[in-house]
């Protein structure tokens, strides 16, 4: 073989590589509409009941953000897992299942619950880009119609590769080979402003913040693509672990998303800066 036909190889193998790798958590609303039809996969919509009633992808079932929180207005800690497994057996949730999600169009929530059933070991699960306002600004088909489920028999089981607590985050301040990124707003970072009693950030944290990961056209937000994402984390070793975290653990979840994407070993610290910034038992930084 000559070496332009194996380059030629090698170039086609790493496009396809790249691309379904590219991919492999989120869909765009054109490829979700011509598979609509197909039961290969659930689709979730993270909106709440009052929202998805009123109109939504067909097919899809209500799991609303607000049931992955067990006090919000507290942190942003996750629901616990005999609050999860019920849900999931409700909506018939396995984790072998192929699961799409979907929020409005902001995409945190989405992106949130996507790292919620990765938590509870889904294996399989993307995130509808853009989501259902961009889906209804397409004209694909809506309704109103509650699909009838079989009820699951799921048993929680918690990866917590992919969940931070207090505890390890604090370890990860201490470990040169952990890295953590604060994903508030640049004002939060330095101390400007806080949603908690203290103001400034968790010691060695750097600022990535969620908004980065989302650029906008004609005013519709969608997750950047994977090699402007590769640029904005290029810094970020990735031989490293890698803790996020922002108030309530929402919109580092967009982070999530795209650091799972580039192949990131991450977690998402649930609770985030409404518990640390309220412990002064912890160290903090402006």
Request: aromatic share 12%; glycine share 6%; with cysteine.
């Amino acid at each position: 073989m000559t070496f332009f036909i194996r380059f030629i190889v090698l170039f086609s193998f790493f496009c396809v590589y790249h691309g379904a790798y590219s991919s492999s958590f989120r869909i765009s609303p054109e490829e979700l509409n011509k598979t609509l039809n197909s039961s290969s996969f659930i689709i979730l919509d993270a909106r709440s009941f009052k929202e998805y009633k009123k109109g939504h992808i067909p097919g899809a079932l209500n799991f609303p953000i607000s049931l992955t929180y067990e006090n919000k207005q507290l942190n942003g800690k996750i629901s616990a897992p005999y609050t999860i497994q019920s849900l999931f057996r409700t909506l018939g949730l396995n984790v072998n299942n192929s699961v799409i999600v979907y929020d409005n169009g902001e995409l945190a929530d989405a992106a949130r619950l996507f790292w919620v059933l990765e938590v509870y070991g889904l294996k399989h699960v993307r995130v509808l880009n853009h989501g259902y306002d961009q889906w209804l600004r397409l004209n694909y088909p809506d309704n109103t119609i509650i699909p009838q489920v079989k009820p699951s028999n799921y048993i929680a089981t918690v990866n917590h590769k992919h969940l931070a607590s207090k505890f390890t985050t604090l370890l990860a301040t201490r470990n040169t080979n952990q890295i953590i990124i604060d994903a508030r707003p640049k004002a939060a970072y330095t101390g400007k402003t806080s949603t908690a009693r203290r103001f400034g950030h968790i010691p060695t944290a750097i600022n990535v913040p969620s908004a980065h990961n989302i650029s906008y056209s004609n005013g519709i937000a969608g997750f950047k693509q994977l090699n402007e994402l590769g640029n904005l984390y290029q810094n970020i070793d990735k031989d490293k672990k890698v803790i996020i975290y922002c108030a309530v653990g929402r919109v580092s979840a967009t982070n999530y998303l795209a650091l799972r994407e580039l192949g990131y070993d991450v977690s998402n610290y649930d609770a985030s800066w409404k518990e640390w910034g309220n412990d002064f038992k912890l160290p903090i930084e402006k």
